[in-house]
C-alpha cells in the first residue's frame, strides 16, 4: 500500500508542476512572441525556428535510447538496487556520449549546407551560423552532460525536471524580451539563449546529486557494462522503428494536404491543429506523470492491481477524452471567427475527423504506457504498417476527397493499428488474457459519450441558445456552462 500511495503522490506531484508550468509558458509565449516579432522581426523567428527544426531531424539519431533506459531502470529502482542504477547510468551516458559525437559531425556537416538553404535572406552569414552553432551546442549538453535526468523521468520524479528547466526558460525569455526591447540585438538574444542552456545544466546536475547522492556514474565504463545489458540495445533498435513511424506520419500530414489540396489549406488546417495540440498537452500535462508510474507497478508484479490501475486510467481518458471533444467540437468555430475571422473555417465534417484522430491518440497512451512498461517493443512491424496504411489510404482518400480523404486515411491506420492491433497485443502478450473486455468497455464508453452528446446538444439547440461568436467573453462563460453540462451527464 505505501508503494501504490508514493505512485499517486508522485503522479499527482507531476501532473500539479506540469500543469502550473503549461499556463504560466502559454501566457508567456503570447507576449514574448508579440515582443520579438515588433522587435527583431518576423524573418528572425522565422529563422530561428527553421534552424531548431533542422537540428531537430539531428536528434533523431537519439534511437530511443532514453526510452529503452527508462524501462530497464523500472525494476532496479523498485527494488533499490543502487549498485545497478549506476551501472546502467553509467551505459546510458556512454551511449549518449557517442550519439553526442554523431550529431556533432553531422551538425558539421550540415552547416556547410546553410548557405544553399537560406539562398535569399536579409540575414548576413555571420548570424545564421552563429545562431546555428549555438542551437547544436545546446542539443548536445544534453547529450554529453544532462543524461542522468532520465533517471528522475524513471523514478517518477520528473517534476523536479519540469520545474528546473521550465524556471530557466521562464527566466531566459524574460531577460531575452528584454534584451530584444532595448537593444534590438540578435547575437545578444542567441547568446543569452545559450547561456541559459549551460546554466539549467549545471543547476540539473546539483539537483541530480542532491536526489541521489550515491550516483555513482562513470562513462568510461560504460563500454565493458554495455555488454552486461543487451536488453538496452535490443529495446533500442525496436523503439527506433517506433519513433520513425510516429515522426513520419507527423509530418506527412501537411505535406499530403498542398499536394492534394493547397497551401492555403496548410494554414487554415495548421489553426485548428495549433489549437487542438494546446488543448491536448494542456491533457498530456495532467495524466502524463504517470508514465514511469505504471512501470514501477508492473515491476511490482500484482496482475489485480495492474488491471485495476489499467481500468482506472482508461476511464479518466474516456472521461477527459470526451469533454475535449465535445469542448472543441462546440467551442473551435467561434474562437476561430474571433480570432482571425470567419473566412478561415473549416468545414464541419473536417472538425469531426479531426476530433475522432485526437480522441484516438489521447484513448491510446493507456495501452502505450502499459506494452512499454511490459517492455513489449518488438512488434517492429506495426509502425511500418501504420504508415503504408496511412500512405496508402490517404493518397488515395487525398486524391477523391481533398483534405476530408487524408484524414479519413490517417483515421483507418489508427483504427487498424492503435484500436485494434496494440489493445490486443498488449492483452496477449502483457496481461495474458482475452482482450473481448476492453473492446466491450470501450464501446460502453463510447456510447455514454454519444448519449451524452445528444441530450446536451438538444438542451441547446431547443431550450438554451448562446450566440458564442458574439464575443471573447460569452464565448468563455457560454461554452464553460454547456462543458459542465457535459460533463455532469
Keep these: 500500500m505505501p508503494q501504490q500511495e508514493s505512485r499517486v503522490k508522485k503522479s499527482l506531484l507531476n501532473a500539479r508542476v506540469n500543469l502550473i508550468f503549461y499556463f504560466l509558458t502559454l501566457i508567456l509565449s503570447f507576449f514574448s512572441r508579440k515582443i520579438f516579432l515588433d522587435t527583431l522581426g518576423a524573418d528572425f523567428v522565422g529563422l530561428t525556428g527553421t534552424l531548431q527544426n533542422l537540428l531537430g531531424f539531428l536528434n533523431l ?3 530511443g535510447i532514453g526510452s529503452a533506459i527508462g524501462y530497464v531502470l523500472y525494476k532496479p529502482l523498485f527494488d533499490h538496487d543502487e549498485g545497478k542504477i549506476n551501472e546502467i547510468i553509467s551505459v546510458f551516458g556512454y551511449l549518449y556520449r557517442w550519439i553526442g559525437f ?3 559531425v553531422a551538425g558539421l556537416i550540415l552547416a556547410f549546407f546553410l548557405p544553399p538553404i537560406f539562398p535569399h535572406t536579409k540575414f548576413e552569414m555571420g548570424i545564421i551560423f552563429f545562431a546555428y552553432f549555438a542551437f547544436l551546442a545546446s542539443s548536445l549538453i544534453g547529450y554529453f552532460a544532462n543524461y542522468k535526468q532520465t533517471l528522475l523521468g ?3 520524479k520528473n517534476y523536479v525536471v519540469t520545474a528546473y528547466f521550465q524556471t530557466a526558460n521562464i527566466v531566459k525569455v524574460l531577460i531575452q524580451m528584454a534584451s530584444a526591447y532595448y537593444t534590438g540585438s540578435y547575437y545578444l538574444w542567441v547568446v543569452i539563449e545559450l547561456t541559459f542552456g549551460i546554466i539549467y545544466s549545471i543547476i540539473l546536475n546539483w539537483k541530480i546529486n542532491q536526489v541521489y547522492p550515491w550516483l555513482r556514474s562513470e562513462v568510461r565504463l560504460g563500454k565493458q557494462l ?6 538496452v540495445m535490443k529495446y533500442t533498435k525496436q523503439l527506433f522503428v517506433h519513433k520513425i513511424g510516429a515522426f513520419s506520419q507527423y509530418q506527412l500530414t501537411p505535406i499530403l494536404i498542398y499536394s492534394f489540396v493547397s497551401l492555403q489549406m496548410v494554414t487554415y488546417y495548421g489553426n485548428y491543429s495549433m489549437i487542438i495540440d494546446k488543448v ?3 491533457f498530456e500535462n495532467f495524466l502524463g506523470g504517470t508514465n514511469a508510474g505504471v512501470g514501477n507497478l508492473i515491476a511490482e508484479g500484482c496482475k489485480s492491481k495492474i488491471m485495476k490501475v489499467f481500468w482506472e486510467l482508461i476511464s479518466i481518458r474516456f472521461f477527459f477524452s470526451g469533454i475535449i471533444a465535445y469542448s472543441v467540437y462546440i467551442l473551435i468555430d467561434p474562437f476561430i471567427t474571433l480570432w482571425i475571422g470567419s473566412e478561415y473555417l473549416l468545414p464541419r465534417s473536417t472538425v469531426v475527423l479531426m476530433l475522432i484522430c485526437i480522441c484516438i491518440n489521447l484513448v491510446r497512451n493507456v495501452v502505450d504506457q502499459f506494452i512499454n512498461g511490459y517492455g513489449l517493443f518488438y512488434d517492429v512491424w506495426s509502425p511500418i504498417a501504420e504508415i503504408v496504411l496511412y500512405l496508402s489510404s490517404a493518397i488515395f482518400g487525398g486524391y477523391l476527397l481533398g483534405l476530408n480523404g487524408i484524414l479519413i486515411g490517417n483515421i483507418i491506420s489508427l483504427l487498424l493499428i492503435i484500436c485494434i492491433w496494440k489493445p490486443y497485443f498488449l492483452y496477449s502478450k502483457g496481461f495474458k ?7 466491450i468497455n470501450c464501446f460502453y464508453y463510447i456510447g455514454v459519450f454519444f448519449i451524452a452528446f445528444i441530450i446536451v446538444r438538444y438542451i441547446f439547440s431547443t431550450f438554451i ?3 458564442l461568436e458574439r464575443n471573447f467573453f460569452r464565448w468563455l462563460l457560454g461554452g464553460a456552462f454547456e462543458i459542465l453540462i457535459f460533463a455532469i451527464i
Design 61 to 63: 539519431a537519439e534511437l
Design 102 to 104: 554523431i550529431i556533432l
Design 154 to 156: 524513471a523514478d517518477q
Design 226 to 231: 554495455f555488454k552486461k545489458y543487451p536488453e
Design 280 to 282: 491536448r498537452l494542456l
Design 433 to 439: 488474457t482475452n482482450v473481448r473486455e476492453y473492446w
Design 465 to 467: 441558445y448562446i450566440e
